[in-house]
């Protein structure tokens, strides 16, 4: 069982900054990637930005240059900082991990979500 929580969202003005952390614990013997996604209400759910161990960070066209994510030293933990906020990022950010845990059964585990709202 793999536990992933979410800290960090909030309300911010357009042009803002807000971070998010995603911190994994459990039964984690390596996790391969861990990500960051979102939904916004009537739409589907979306990657953002997401860290593969072997190979580094891919983000969303929407968010280049204005989000950067990155790994804990532990490589238990996922952060997102978000600049140059905007109301389309509105929405409820989802924290993503895969691995495998206790006996190499591979997991794939999601936060609850936190919300971030920038208003229009």
């Known amino acids: 069982q793999v536990e992933l929580v979410e800290s960090g969202g909030g309300l911010v003005q357009p042009g803002g900054s807000l971070s998010l952390t995603c911190e994994a614990s459990?039964?984690?013997?390596?996790?391969?990637?861990m990500g960051w996604y979102r939904q916004a209400p009537g739409k589907e759910r979306e990657l953002v930005a997401r860290i593969i161990t072997s190979s580094g960070a891919v983000y969303a066209d929407s968010v280049k240059g204005r989000f950067t994510i990155s790994r804990g030293d532990a490589q238990n933990t996922v952060y997102l900082q978000m600049h140059s906020l905007k109301p389309e990022d509105t929405a409820v950010y989802y924290c993503n991990a895969l691995g495998y845990g206790e006996n190499f059964r591979p997991f794939d585990s999601w936060g609850q979500g936190t919300q971030v709202t920038v208003p229009s």
């Open positions: 459990g039964s984690i013997f390596s996790i391969n990637a």
